[in-house]
C-alpha cells in the first residue's frame, strides 16, 4: 500500500542501473514517499540503463545491447510509466510519449539480423538435433534441478553460432555466462511469439514424433531428455 507520509530519513542504496533499480526507486519515490535524494544507484560502468544501456547520437545512429517489447498486457509497467511526468511536456506522462510515438513509427523491420552488412536469412533456426534436445530439456527440468548453471553451462559451443541464439541474445540482451534459469523462464514466457514449445517438440524429435503421439514411448522419451542434465 502506498504511503501517506514522506519518510525523509530513510537512506535506500541500488547496485546497479539497470531497470530493475530505475524501477525501484521509482516505486519508492511514488508509493513509498521516499525523497528522490535519499536515494543512490550504484553503477560501475560510465553509461545507466543495466541490459537497456545505449549511445550515439541522432547523426551517428544508436546502439543498444539488446531490444525490449511494450505490449499492451504490461500493465505493472504502464501504470509506473503513467505517473512519470515527461521531461519535454507536464502535461504528458512517459506512457502517453510510448503511446504517441508507437502510433506514429509503427514497427515495420524487414531484417532481423546483420552480418557483414549484409542481411542473414533467419527463416531457420540453424539449431541441431542436439541443441534442440538441450533446450527442451531446459524448458522441462525444474529450477532447482538447473541451480547455479550458467546458459554456456547448459549448451554446446555450436549453440551460440546458430540463429536462434543470435536473435536471442540480440532481442533480450542474454549473454552466454547469465543464469540458465533466466534463458528457461524468457523462453516459457515467450513461448506466444516464437512457439517455442512445439517447435523443440516436434523438431528435436523428427523420427521419434509418431511414437510420441501415438504410442506409449512418451514418458521414456521426456526421461531419456531429462537424463541429459541429471
Known amino acids: 500500500m502506498p504511503r501517506t507520509t514522506p519518510h525523509n530519513k530513510n537512506k535506500v542504496y541500488f547496485v546497479g542501473s539497470g531497470i530493475a533499480s530505475l524501477a525501484?526507486?521509482?516505486f519508492l519515490i511514488r508509493d513509498g514517499l521516499i525523497p528522490g535524494d535519499n536515494i543512490h544507484i550504484l553503477e560501475e560502468l560510465e553509461i545507466t540503463g543495466g541490459s537497456l544501456d545505449g549511445a550515439g547520437s541522432a547523426d551517428?545512429?544508436?546502439?543498444?545491447?539488446?531490444?525490449?517489447?511494450?505490449?499492451?498486457?504490461?500493465?505493472?509497467?504502464?501504470?509506473?510509466?503513467?505517473?512519470?511526468?515527461?521531461?519535454?511536456?507536464?502535461?504528458?506522462?512517459?506512457?502517453?510519449?510510448?503511446?504517441?510515438?508507437?502510433?506514429?513509427y509503427v514497427s515495420a523491420s524487414r531484417c532481423r539480423l546483420v552480418r557483414d552488412g549484409k542481411k542473414v536469412d533467419v527463416s531457420s533456426f540453424e539449431l541441431s538435433e542436439n541443441d534442440r534436445l538441450d533446450l527442451f530439456a531446459l524448458l522441462i527440468h525444474s529450477e532447482d534441478s538447473i541451480g547455479d548453471k550458467s546458459i554456456e553451462d547448459?549448451?554446446?559451443?555450436?549453440?551460440?553460432?546458430?540463429?536462434?541464439?543470435?536473435?536471442?541474445?540480440?532481442?533480450?540482451?542474454?549473454?552466454?555466462?547469465?543464469?540458465?534459469?533466466?534463458?528457461?523462464r524468457y523462453v516459457r514466457c515467450r513461448t506466444e511469439h516464437i512457439q517455442?514449445?512445439?517447435?523443440?517438440?516436434?523438431?528435436?524429435?523428427?523420427?521419434?514424433?509418431?511414437?510420441?503421439?501415438?504410442?506409449h514411448g512418451n514418458v521414456a522419451m521426456v526421461n531419456l531428455i531429462i537424463r541429459r542434465h541429471s
Open 24 to 26: 525501484g526507486a521509482a
Open 60 to 104: 551517428e545512429g544508436y546502439v543498444i545491447r539488446g531490444g525490449r517489447m511494450m505490449e499492451e498486457h504490461y500493465v505493472c509497467t504502464y501504470d509506473l510509466f503513467a505517473s512519470i511526468p515527461s521531461l519535454t511536456d507536464s502535461a504528458k506522462s512517459v506512457k502517453d510519449e510510448i503511446v504517441e510515438f508507437s502510433r506514429k
Open 154 to 184: 547448459w549448451f554446446s559451443p555450436s549453440f551460440f553460432e546458430h540463429n536462434f541464439w543470435l536473435m536471442w541474445a540480440t532481442m533480450f540482451a542474454f549473454q552466454p555466462w547469465h543464469s540458465a534459469v533466466e534463458l528457461k
Open 196 to 215: 517455442v514449445y512445439v517447435y523443440c517438440f516436434l523438431q528435436a524429435m523428427g523420427k521419434h514424433y509418431s511414437t510420441l503421439c501415438f504410442g
